[in-house]
T-cell receptor, first 111, second 114 residues
Framework: AQSVTQPDIHITVSEGASLELRCNYS??????LFWYVQSPGQGLQLLLK??????LVQGIKGFEAEFKRSQSSFNLRKPSVHWSDAAEYFC?????????FGTGTSLTVIP | EPEVTQTPSHQVTQMGQEVILRCVPI?????FYWYRQILGQKVEFLVS????????KSEIFDDQFSVERPDGSNFTLKIRSTKLEDSAMYFC????????????FGDGTRLSIL
């Protein structure tokens, strides 16, 4: 069965520090992978996507993610976090008609 | 940039009543979706819709739910005889295609069942 796992429920980082949010997926075929961000009271905004080619993908707001097939992972990274990055982050896999979302990682940024 | 819009932003309904959540997908998109997010939980797929019919639905999407595209722009989710556990954020999304095309999400409708 398809699934997406985000092992970290909550992460706290200092502003300016680097960030890595983990995502592991379970899917038999080549996955189409996405990261979305959700600010409080708002909808889901696409950060970046991967479906083929270069395994390191760049997204908006300075985020990037690396697809590692051998580890079934698609971790999200940012070299220097800003206070405005505080939000909920969701990893998702698209199997065609349906998106499977992870449970999300809540990011807190401290001054 | 085109957006998916949802109305209302917040809906309060008495238990047992029917509610209709409305969405206007991006105009050149062909695939439409509804998702639910219960407070503090993950986003859950409800249903996908293409060519005026349901293409896939989850276990959550039982006979209590229905979707409709009543005209060329709106996409609605109807919940009949609402229950307390239907309280959640409901997100509409649309995409040009499936597979590698991202789904664009609306800001959601918060449904509160009293």
């Amino acid at each position: 069965a398809q699934s997406v796992t985000q092992p970290d429920i909550h992460i706290t980082v200092s502003e300016g520090a680097s960030l890595e949010l983990r995502c592991n997926y379970s899917y038999g075929a080549t996955p189409y992978l996405f990261w979305y961000v959700q600010s409080p009271g708002q909808g889901l905004q696409l950060l970046l996507k991967y479906f083929s080619g270069d395994t390191l993908v760049q997204g908006i707001k300075g985020f990037e993610a690396e697809f590692k097939r051998s580890q079934s992972s698609f971790n999200l990274r940012k070299p220097s976090v800003h206070w405005s990055d505080a939000a909920e982050y969701f990893c998702a896999v698209n199997t065609g008609n349906q998106f499977y979302f992870g449970t999300g990682t809540s990011l807190t940024v401290i001054p | 940039e085109p957006e998916v819009t949802q109305t209302p932003s917040h809906q309060v309904t008495q238990m047992g009543q029917e509610v209709i959540l409305r969405c206007v997908p991006i105009s050149n998109h062909l695939y439409f979706y509804w998702y639910r997010q219960i407070l503090g939980q993950k986003v859950e797929f409800l249903v996908s819709f293409y060519n005026n019919e349901i293409s896939e639905k989850s276990e959550i999407f039982d006979d209590q739910f229905s979707v409709e595209r009543p005209d060329g722009s709106n996409f609605t989710l109807k919940i009949r005889s609402t229950k307390l556990e239907d309280s959640a954020m409901y997100f509409c999304a649309s995409s040009r295609d499936t597979s590698n095309q991202p789904q664009h999400f609306g800001d959601g409708t918060r449904l509160s069942i009293l």
